[in-house]
């Protein structure tokens, strides 16, 4: 289930290092679903071709998970927010995957970028989509004594 699956990586990320008593670690994994199947970043070219072809013309979410950890506490979040994709053209696909925006981006695109062209619709978190959902990574840091 892609949600398990992104609350385990933004939990085992928070983990991997020894905290001091006084500090606070944020980590976070963003992972983009078609149904129950996860598209992670894609390997090469091919990948996010079969990528973005498959969101074309559909509805997809995307998920943040987000923990922060103390040293004695961890607390883990999901930020679910859903985007639709339009139905892209043959050369509109071809663009893209030539611009190698696609590289290191969950589901084979990047919203902040020339992706965004690609959205009419979003609904959850802008940033959440983006990577990390500010105001909830905010409230978190706060709900374990993290000070502005």
Same mark, same amino acid.
């Given at each position: 289930m892609p949600l398990n699956y992104c609350r385990r990586m933004a939990l085992e990320k928070a983990q991997f290092l020894n905290l001091k008593t006084d500090e606070i670690i944020l980590t976070a994994d963003t992972t983009v679903s078609v149904?129950?199947? !996860? /598209?992670?970043?894609? !390997?090469?070219?091919?990948?996010?071709?079969? =990528?973005?072809? /498959?969101?074309?013309?559909?509805?997809? %979410? $995307?998920?943040?998970? !987000?923990?922060?950890?103390?040293?004695? @506490? $961890?607390? $883990?979040? +999901?930020? $679910?927010?859903?985007? %639709? =994709? &339009?139905?892209? +053209? !043959? #050369?509109?696909?071809? /663009?893209? /995957? #030539? +611009? &190698? @925006?696609? @590289?290191? &981006?969950?589901?084979?695109?990047?919203?902040?970028?020339?992706? +965004?062209?690609f959205i009419p619709w979003i609904s959850g978190s802008y940033s959440g989509i983006v990577g990390l959902p500010l105001s909830q990574a905010i409230s978190l840091l706060k709900s374990l004594g993290w000070e502005q």
């Open positions: 149904g129950r199947r !996860i /598209l992670g970043k894609p !390997i090469d070219v091919d990948e996010a071709r079969v =990528f973005l072809t /498959l969101l074309s013309g559909r509805r997809h %979410k $995307v998920i943040t998970a !987000i923990a922060a950890r103390t040293s004695t @506490e $961890v607390k $883990v979040i +999901s930020v $679910v927010s859903q985007v %639709k =994709f &339009k139905r892209l +053209s !043959i #050369n509109e696909l071809s /663009l893209y /995957l #030539n +611009s &190698k @925006e696609w @590289e290191g &981006k969950a589901g084979g695109y990047a919203i902040q970028g020339l992706g +965004s062209e």
